[in-house]
C-alpha cells in the first residue's frame, strides 16, 4: 500500500517534514454528486500531486470508498443526495467515527457556524471550507496539507462574519485591532506560527498575541490547537 | 135627539133681538100647523107670563119635567128650577122684563132643571119675549142636555188620560187615573185594572171607589185565575164579559168583593200589542144591571192604558236599548284604544251588570280540563264580589261546566242539587238564577261571562243575547291584545335576528355568534336551555355553545356525545329535519343524559346547514308541562340560516386566509428554492469553470506569460464573482433556515446586520417551514428597515414560539415615527404577517424609537376558524 503510515502522535511539524521529505503523495477521497465539479477537482488534485484514490457521487459511496481505499483525506460536499442538506456532515461524522485518523473537508456553499462547529467537533483533521476556495489554487492546497498535517480548519469568510458581527457592548472591544486579526486566524485553526507567517511578525510576538487574547476573553489557554479553534469558534458564534 | 150646534141659536139671537109681535093670523102656515109645531117640538116650550107662572106647556115639558099640563099652569116657573136658584131667578126674571129679547139663558151657566121628582138634569133655555093682549110673556125653550154632557164628560175624561198618556206618565199612574175616570164618567161605584201574569196569576194595579172607601184587597194584591169570576173569563174568551149577579163558583177574590154590595159588573180586556195584558172592570151596588153600552164605553179607556203600556213598554224597551248601545260603544272603545284585557274585564262585567240589571257579573277563563279562573267580577251593591279575581272554580254540575261543554249560552233557572262546595259562596250570597254566554276568541273557546240575580224570578229570556254583544267585545279585546303580544313578539324576534345578522356581517368570528344565537334565541323563545353543536365525524356531536335562562347551560361548551338513542340530536343527525321530543323515555342515549338530569320535559332540534352539508344543530329545551309550541321550529329555522351563513362566512375567510398564506408561502418557497437552485448551480458552474481554467493554466506553457497572465485574470474574475454571488445569496435565501431552523438563520442575520442586533431566540423546535420562512424574512426585513431608515444604534429582535403562535418584536432605539406610508417597506412587511393569518402592530412614536410585535399562527386549526 503507497503512502506512510504515521503515528497519530506524532509532532506535526515531524509529519510535514516526514511528507515533504518522502513526497508520497496524499491519497484522497472526493463525494460530490455535481460530475463537473468533481471531476475538475480530481484534475486540480491530481495536479497538485495528490492521488485521488475514488470518488463517489453520494454519502454511502463515499464511506464505502473510504472503508475500502483508506485514503488519508476526504473532501465531501456538504449537500449530496437523497436530501440535499447535510449528508456531507453527517458521512464526515461517520467517518470520522469509524477512522479518527482521516482528514475530513466538507465544502458547502454557504458558510454555517453551525455546520463548522458540529463538524469540528468531531475532533482535529477537520475542515469547512466554502466551495469557491477551491478556485484559490495554491491556498487549498495549503489549506488541504495543513488538514493532513492535524489542523482545523474553518473558511476565512465565516470567521469573518463572526468576527466582524456588531455588538453594543461587545466583548471584542477589549481587544487591539491587532488582536482581532489574530483572534480571526486563530479562529480559522492556524497555529502560532502560521499567524505569525500570514502577518510577518514574529511567532514569539503571535504567542504573546495570542495569550493576551485568551486571556481578555477568558478562554482557556491551551497548546492543543484543536481545542483553542473550537473555544475560540464557540466564543465567536455565541457572541 | 137632534143637537143643536149652539152658534145657530145665538146666530139666531144677534140677528133679530127685538120682540116679536105675533100676528093673529099668518099667511104662512095655518094656525093649526103652527099649533102642532109648538106642540110637538123635541125641546120642551113653556110660556110665563109676567108674573112668573106658567100660562102654556107643550107635550115634552110635560114628558121632560114630569108634570100633566093641567099641574104645569099656574104654577110659578120656579117650580122647574132646582131650589138652590129659585130665588135668583126671581131677580133674573124682573131683570129679563125689564129688557126682553130674545137671548139664551144664562150664558155660561151650568143650568139645571128639577124634574117633579126632584131629580135635577143639565138644560139649555132660550127666552123668546112675547107681548100679546093679555100682556108680556116670554117663551121658553128648553133642551136637556145631559146625554151632551155625559159624552162631553167622556170625551174629557178620555182626553184627560190621553194626555197623561202622551205625557209619559208612567202607566202605574196612568191606571190609577184611568180607573177614578172610567169610573165617575160610567158612573160606576167601583172599577179596578189588574194585569195577567206570565205564571198564570192576576195582579191589581189600581182600583177606585166612589165613594173614596178602600178597596178591599190592597193594589198589588195576585190571585189565581179560575173560578166565575170576571178575570177568569176574561181571560179564557178574550171578550169583554159581564157578570149581573153572582154565583157560589165566583173564586175567593170576589167574595171579597161581594162585601162592597156589588150586583152587576163588566169587565173589558186590555190588549197590548195583539197580546192580552190585562182587564178593567167596573162594578155597580144597583140593582139594575150596568147599562148595555158599558162595554162599548170602556173600550176608549182600554185603548188608552194599552198605548200607554205600549208607549212605556217601548221607551223602555228604547232607554234600554239606548243604554244597551251606550255601554257597548263605551266598552268598544277601551277595546280599540288598546286598553289591557283586565281593565276591559273589568269593564264590561260592570256595563253588562248595569245593562241587565242583575245583582252580579263574573268573567272567567276557561282552563283545559272545564275549570274556570275568575278574571272580572262585579256587584250591583258595589261590595266585593262572592268569587274575587283569581278564584278557581272546578268543572262540575254547574253553569261554566255547562257552557264549556256545548259552547253554547246556557242559563240556571233554579238552583236544584247540590252544585259542589267551590260554588257555595254564590249560594251564600242569595244566587237564585243565571245566565251564562261562552267568549270565543278566533274560533277558540276562551272562557265565559256569567250573570246571576238573587230574584226568584229567571232572567229574561234576551239575556243571552244582550250578553252576546259583550263577549263579542271582550273576545276582541282579547284578540287584540295576542294580537299585539304576537306582534311584540314578532318585533322582537326580528330585533334579535337583527343583531344577531350584524354580528355575523362584521365578521365576528363563529365562536361568538354562537353564543349570541343561544341567548338570543333562549330569550326570545322564552325557553330554558339553548345549546348549539356541531356534527362530529365518528357519529359524534360536539357543543359549540350553550345558554341557559338561569344556572349553568344543560350540557357545558365542549362537551362532546355520542350521538345514538331516541333524542333529538340524533334524530337531526339521521333525518337531515327538525326533530322533536315532547317526553323522554328512558334510555335516550347519551346525548340526552344531561338534558333529562336538568329536568328538561320537552326539546326541539333544528340542523344547520352550511352550504348544503349537514353541520350541526340548534336545539332548545323546557323544562315546563307544556310541550313547546308548534312554531318552535320555524321561528328556529331564521336563526339557524344565520348561523350557517356565519360559518359559511367564516370558513370562507379562513379558506381565503389560507389560500393567501399558501400564495405567500408557496411564492417564498418556490423563491427561496429557486434562488438557492440559481445560486447553488450558479456557483457549481462558476467554482467548475473556475477550476477548468486552473486546468487549462496548468496546461499554459511557462512562457506564454501573458496567456497565464490573462487566465490568472479570469479566474480572478470568477473568484470575485463567487463572492459577490455568495453575498447576494446570504441575504436571499437563508440555508442556514433549512438545516437548522429560526435559531442558527436568526444568528446569522443578526450578525450581518450593519447595526448590533440583540437576539433573544427561544424556539429551539423546529416550525413549520413557511412560518420559519416567513419569520425569517420578516426579520430580515425589519432589520433592513431599521437599518435604512431608523438611525439606530442597536436592534433588540425577540423570538418566542407559544400558544398563540409564534411571537417576533423587533424593537430599536432609533427616531421612531415610522408609518405604513408607501415606500417604508413596513406595509410590505405587515400584508405579508396578515397574508399569513398574522398580526403586524406598530408602536413608533416620533422621537421614542420603533417597535413592531408580529404574531404567527403556529397551527392550521386555530387558522380556520379565526
Redesign the interface.
Known sequence: MPGVVIAVDTDDRMREIIVKVTEVPIRVGLADD?V??RE??A??LE?SGFEVVGQSADAPGLVALVRERRPELVIVDI?MPPGH??EGLDAARQIRSEFPDIAVLVLS??A????AMDLLAGGQRSGYL???R????EDFIETLKRLVRGASVVDP?LVA??V?????D?PLDVLSPRERQVLGLMAEGRSNSGISTELFVAEGTVEKHVRSILMKLRLPETDDMHRRVLAVLAFL?AR | MAQDPPEASSRHGEEQDAPRRVAASTGDLSDAVIQTLAEESPDAIVVVDVQGRLAWGNRQAEQLFGYGRAELLGQEVELLLPEGVQKAHLAHRAAYMENPRTRPMGVGLDLKARRRDGTTFPVEISLTPLSTDSGDMVIATVRDISERQTITGEQAALRRVATLVARGVPPEDTFAAVTAEAGRVLDADFTSLARYDPDGRVTLLAAWTGTGDPWPVPVGSRWDLGGGNLSTLVSRTRQPARLDGFGDDIGLWAADVLTLGVHSAVAVPISVEGRLWGLISVFSNHEQPLPAGTEARLAGFTQLVATAIANAQARVELRGFAEEQAALRRVATLVARGTPPEEVFAAVTAEAGRVLGVDFTTLSRYHPDGAMTIVGAWSRSGGPVHFPIGTRLPAGRNLHTQVFRTRQPGRLDTIVGDLGPALAPALAAGVRTGVGVPITVEGQLWGVIISSSTREEPLPSDTEARLAGFTELVATAIANAQARVELRRVAEEQTALRRVATLVAQGVSPEEVFAAVTEEVGRVLGVDYTAMSRYEPDSARKVVAAWARSGSPVVPVGTQELLGGPNVPTAVFETGRPARIDRYGENAGPAAVAAIAAGVRSAVGVPIRVEGQLWGLMNVYSTQEERLPESTEARLAGFTELVATAIANAEARAALTASRARIVATADATRWRIERDLHDSAQQRLVSLALQLRAAQATVAPDAGELAGRLDDVATGLGAALDELREIARGIHPAALAEGGLRPALKALARRSAVPVRLDVRVDERLPEQVELAAYYAVAEALTNTAKHAAASEIDVAVQAGQGGLRIEVRDDGHGGATFAHGSGLVGLKDRVEALGGQFILRSPPGAGTAMAISLPLDDAGRRLR
Not at chain 1, 477551491?134 to 489554487?137: E, G, L, P
Not at chain 1, 466582524?164 to 453594543?168: C, F, K, P, Q
Open positions: 455535481d463537473l465539479l475538475g477537482l484534475s486540480l495536479r449537500r442538506s447535510t456553499a454557504h454555517e457556524v453551525e455546520h466554502l466551495k469557491s477551491v478556485i484559490d489554487v469568510a462574519e463572526l466582524s458581527a456588531r455588538r453594543v461587545d458564534g
